[in-house]
């Protein structure tokens, strides 16, 4: 079993980030392209919010931002 690792985000910042366009966006963040195709949800983390394309997009309406609840998982 690999020992555990520490996050290097907290859980709490991560974002629900939705395409509510008709078209598929490319993403330019900090850590490389991402695809977000047209109706697609993904999740970032909060600092994808810093990123100037993003934060363009969110104003424009082409892309919608929520915070990402998390559902704790029962023990098997």
Not at 34 to 55: F, K, S
Request: hydrophobic share 35%; net charge positive; with cysteine.
């Amino acid at each position: 079993m690999a020992p555990k690792q520490p996050y290097t985000w907290n859980p709490s910042d991560v974002i629900e980030v939705t395409n509510v366009s008709g078209e598929n966006i490319l993403l330019e963040l900090d850590s490389g392209r991402l695809r977000l195709d047209a109706g697609r949800t993904l999740r970032l983390t909060e600092c994808a919010l810093h990123v100037p394309q993003v934060t363009a997009l969110v104003n424009t309406g082409q892309i919608k931002m929520q915070p990402f609840k998390w559902k704790r998982r029962r023990p098997a």
